[in-house]
């Protein structure tokens, strides 16, 4: 059962709204790669914000995914990309269909 989530709110530089959605766009096969992460979805929420939620059955899922590649893509390419640090919240999913 899913009981774990991450939240992720990123704000795009100006001009740089297109590299964001590209890199989302992007890390859709590093998430399938995963084996821990039921779902994965990336969002666009207006012109230059951004976000990424996921789901996952255990904690040890979660934590390999912020250690894993699309974390690190994020990071790697936040100071060039996003206007404020990428804010992540850890969520306990109460229910799911």
Do not use: C
Request: glycine fraction near 10%.
């Amino acid at each position: 059962m899913v009981r774990y989530g991450l939240l992720a709110r990123l704000e795009a530089k100006p001009g740089k709204e297109a590299e964001v959605e590209a890199l989302l766009a992007g890390a859709l096969p590093l998430a399938q790669a995963e084996p821990a992460t039921r779902t994965w979805y990336a969002f666009q929420l207006g012109p230059s914000t951004f976000g990424i939620f996921d789901t996952f059955e255990g904690e040890a899922g979660r934590q390999a995914h912020l250690e894993g590649g699309i974390a690190k893509a994020l990071m790697d390419n936040a100071d060039r990309l996003l206007a404020t640090a990428p804010q992540i919240d850890r969520i306990d999913v109460l229910a799911s269909k």
